[in-house]
């Protein structure tokens, strides 16, 4: 148990629609990262959100967007979805206390877009 | 630009045989980070390791154990005694040193060995 919850499990949603995910951090966690990992694939970094401000992004288009809230649970907003946005997202918390952090993750949501 | 190679998609073993699972990384960064996760059928990322690159102390921890040669850019990954548990994907990654905010730690993953133990 990493302490790091997402929800929803599993969303269906057609191509144009909008999603948001959810992630709780764990506790003492200043830092979230997000992550698609496609089928057979390993995890693609979208972002990191460091205290409420973005950190850094992978190649992701701007229809990918992230929030992170005071109590350090966050969202991914992805708006006008695409069939190659099925994929498994997945979230981690850490805390960044200068040279690394280790990621902790959570169980992930699994999106398909048909 | 980081780089992380598994070149094993798949390995099956029975149980009670030794696996090595092999990384290999290229990064230009003179300090940096490397990890393995396993991923089980769950989906849940499951941290196992974190090693510094100034640092090629060889690990043992229970049945795993991890080489990592700077000279060779390989971070290599064994389980002795595997079991049926065992059985999962096995991720490698890379991450730069987080030199301070604006510098994202992201972690740049392999595309994962899947390890198969039967009885």
């Known amino acids: 148990e990493t302490g790091v919850t997402q929800s929803p499990t599993h969303l269906i949603k057609t191509r144009g629609q909008q999603v948001t995910l959810r992630c709780s951090s764990q506790?003492?966690?200043?830092?979230v990262s997000w992550y698609q990992q496609a089928l057979g694939q390993g995890p693609q970094f979208i972002f990191q959100?460091?205290?409420?401000?973005?950190?850094g992004r992978g190649n992701f288009p701007p229809r990918f967007s992230g929030l992170q809230f005071p109590n350090y649970s966050s969202e991914l907003n992805v708006n006008a979805l695409e069939l190659d946005d099925s994929a498994l997202y997945l979230c981690?918390?850490?805390?960044?206390?200068?040279?690394?952090?280790?990621?902790?993750f959570g169980p992930g949501t699994r999106l398909t877009v048909l | 630009a980081q780089k992380v190679t598994q070149a094993q998609t798949e390995i099956s073993v029975v149980e009670k045989e030794d696996v090595t699972l092999d990384c290999v990384y290229e990064?230009?960064?003179?300090?940096?980070?490397l990890f393995w996760y396993k991923q089980p059928p769950s989906g849940e990322l499951v941290f196992l390791i974190r090693?510094?690159?100034?640092?090629?102390q060889n690990e043992i921890s229970g049945r795993y154990s991890w080489n990592f040669q700077k000279s060779t850019s390989s971070f290599n990954f064994t389980i002795t005694a595997s079991q049926v548990v065992d059985s999962a994907v096995y991720f490698c990654?890379?991450?730069?040193?987080?030199?301070?905010?604006?510098?994202?730690?992201?972690?740049?993953f392999g595309t994962g060995t899947r390890l198969q133990v039967t009885l």
């Open positions: 981690a918390s850490s805390r960044i206390t200068g040279g690394v952090d280790t990621q902790y």
């Open positions: 506790s003492g966690h200043n830092t």
């Open positions: 959100y460091y205290r409420e401000e973005e950190n």
């Open positions: 990064t230009r960064d003179t300090t940096y980070y």
């Open positions: 090693r510094n690159s100034f640092d090629e």
């Open positions: 990654a890379l991450s730069e040193a987080q030199t301070g905010t604006g510098t994202a730690s992201k972690l740049t």
